[in-house]
């Protein structure tokens, strides 16, 4: 089946820099990719859908400069999380929408720290 | 605009008792509902889907779902549970378009003790 690979699994950074999390497709491709954010014992909530070859499309409240998405190619989607703050923490999952039939595939998720 | 209800956030259960956990939805057009599966740190893993047709669905591990129309619920039960079933479960419903949003429930904790 459709398989999202996401990386890294982990990461922690330093307040202050940058940090870049990605998506793939393996054996699809997705021309959509929808980018979650996870707090602790929460529900998903949906960040931004990225299209590619066109700008992302952000939820209200999300921003723009701080969480840039990139979806360069149809197997590629980016999110680099900007000047990281230690509230940026969270956990970061992507998602690719596969046929109709078959609902959605998602990455592993990122855990992301910042310290 | 779709809206999902998980109304318990927690359901403790013992091994091999039965379980049911509750999904409500409310759409103005016809979605189609989802079960997901999230083990710590990891993605979602999808349980089982409701597309259209027999309101019974049976997904993996043994659970099963039964769409509602009237009452608009998409309720998940497993007669016997595990231990490795605890996790947390997601409802999700999304409607007919090609990349439509899934919109997620609060999610519901699972857990199994012996």
Same mark, same amino acid.
């Given at each position: %089946?459709?398989? #999202?690979?996401?990386?890294?699994?982990? #990461?922690?950074?330093?307040? %202050?820099?940058?940090?870049?999390? =990605?998506?793939?497709?393996?054996?699809?491709?997705?021309?959509?990719?929808?980018w979650?954010?996870?707090?602790?014992?929460?529900?998903?909530?949906l960040m931004a859908t990225s299209?590619?070859?066109?700008?992302a499309t952000y939820e209200?409240?999300v =921003?723009?400069?701080?969480f840039?998405i990139?979806?360069?190619?149809?197997?590629?989607?980016?999110?680099? #999380?900007?000047?990281?703050?230690? =509230?940026?923490?969270?956990?970061?999952?992507?998602?690719?929408?596969?046929?109709?039939? =078959? %609902?959605?595939?998602? %990455?592993?998720?990122?855990?992301?720290? #910042?310290? | 605009?779709?809206?999902?209800?998980?109304?318990?956030?927690?359901?403790?259960?013992?091994?091999?008792?039965?379980?049911?956990?509750?999904?409500?939805?409310?759409?103005?057009?016809?979605?189609?509902?989802?079960?997901?599966?999230?083990?710590?740190?990891?993605?979602?893993?999808?349980?089982?889907?409701?597309?259209?047709?027999?309101?019974?669905?049976?997904? !993996?591990?043994?659970?099963?779902?039964?769409?509602?129309?009237?009452?608009?619920?998409?309720?998940?039960?497993?007669?016997?549970?595990? !231990?490795?079933?605890?996790?947390?479960?997601?409802?999700?419903?999304?409607?007919?378009?090609?990349?439509?949003?899934?919109?997620?429930?609060?999610?519901?904790?699972?857990?199994?003790?012996?």
């Open positions: %089946g459709a398989v #999202v690979s996401q990386h890294p699994s982990r #990461v922690i950074c330093k307040s %202050g820099t940058s940090v870049k999390i =990605e998506c793939r497709s393996l054996d699809f491709q997705a021309t959509t990719m929808f979650y954010r996870q707090f602790p014992k929460q529900s998903l909530m299209n590619e070859g066109s700008k209200q409240g =921003e723009k400069d701080k840039l990139n979806h360069a190619s149809l197997t590629l989607s980016t999110l680099t #999380v900007t000047s990281a703050h230690p =509230e940026d923490s969270s956990f970061y999952i992507c998602s690719a929408p596969g046929h109709i039939t =078959e %609902g959605y595939t998602f %990455g592993s998720g990122t855990r992301l720290t #910042v310290v | 605009a779709q809206s999902v209800t998980q109304l318990d956030s927690q359901v403790p259960v013992f091994e091999e008792a039965p379980v049911e956990l509750r999904c409500n939805y409310s759409s103005s057009v016809s979605v189609y509902l989802f079960w997901y599966v999230q083990y710590p740190n990891q993605g979602l893993q999808l349980l089982l889907k409701y597309l259209s047709g027999s309101t019974l669905v049976k997904g !993996i591990n043994g659970f099963e779902a039964e769409f509602n129309k009237s009452q608009t619920s998409f309720h998940l039960r497993k007669p016997s549970v595990h !231990i490795s079933d605890t996790a947390e479960y997601f409802c999700a419903v999304r409607t007919s378009g090609t990349a439509s949003k899934l919109t997620f429930g609060t999610g519901t904790r699972l857990q199994v003790t012996l």
